[in-house]
Antibody, heavy 117, light 109 residues
Framework: EVQLVETGGGLIQPGGSLRLSCAASGFTVSSNYMSWVRQAPGKGLEWVSVIYSGGSTYYADSVKGRFTISRDNSKNTLYLQMNSLRAEDTAVYYC???????????WGQGTLVTVSS | SYELTQPPSVSVSPGQTARITCSGD??????AYWYQQKSGQAPVLVIYEDSKRPSGIPERFSGSSSGTMATLTISGAQVEDEADYYC????????????FGGGTKLTVL
């Protein structure tokens, strides 16, 4: 069974850094396209970043240069390093896995990041 | 940047057909995908590649696409279908970035 569990969220001051983790089970992270999607309180979904199985990475303009997606194959875990955080980065962050022909087919439960002083 | 446009809300009575649209310039070249999100839950994929239904999704959910518009249709909507629905796609510039529509709140009452 595919499972995704996000951790690492919390309250952080503007300008600070945070690293989110997404522990996967039931499949191999490095063999799949893995993404981060966020949702600000009361707002819609926003695509954030993707890492392909070959290692290529892509980012939304709103986070490019500040966020870095990566994975640790030995831990079967996906990460999102978030630097220079802003109030507008406040959101629930979901990790998601693609399935053949189906982007974002599996989702974790999300972790809340609050950027506030 | 590329945008997908959805109506903010759609309302139907139980048993009626609900249609939710999604417009985007790249949709003639790119597939549309649809996600259902119920309150407090993670999204669930209900339609992929414009019109295909994942296993476990009820047959009353269907999708279509024509030109710059994709449509999610729920035939005989039920109270449990009340949720936010998001279309998703990528633009045609080759930048590998995903984009969601703004979401449509479906009310069934």
């Amino acid at each position: 069974e595919v499972q995704l569990v996000e951790t690492g969220g919390g309250l952080i001051q503007p300008g600070g850094s945070l690293r989110l983790s997404c522990a996967a089970s039931g499949f191999t992270v490095s063999s799949n396209y893995m993404s981060w999607v966020r949702q600000a309180p009361g707002k819609g979904l926003e695509w954030v970043s993707v890492i392909y199985s070959g290692g290529s990475t892509y980012y939304a303009d709103s986070v490019k240069g500040r966020f870095t997606i990566s994975r640790d194959n030995s831990k079967n875990t996906l990460y999102l390093q978030m630097n220079s955080l802003r109030a507008e980065d406040t959101a629930v962050y979901y990790c998601a896995r693609d399935r053949e022909a189906c982007p974002l087919a599996y989702w974790g439960q999300g972790t809340l990041v609050t950027v506030s002083s | 940047s590329y945008e997908l446009t959805q109506p903010p809300s759609v309302s139907v009575s139980p048993g009626q057909t609900a249609r939710i649209t999604c417009s985007g310039d790249a949709l003639p070249k790119k597939y549309a995908y649809w996600y259902q999100q119920k309150s407090g839950q993670a999204p669930v994929l209900v339609i992929y590649e414009d019109s295909k239904r994942p296993s476990g999704i009820p047959e009353r959910f269907s999708g279509s696409s024509s030109g710059t518009m994709a449509t999610l249709t729920i035939s005989g909507a039920q109270v449990e279908d009340e949720a936010d629905y998001y279309c998703y796609s990528t633009d045609s510039s080759g930048n590998h970035r995903g984009v969601f529509g703004g979401g449509t709140k479906l009310t069934v009452l």
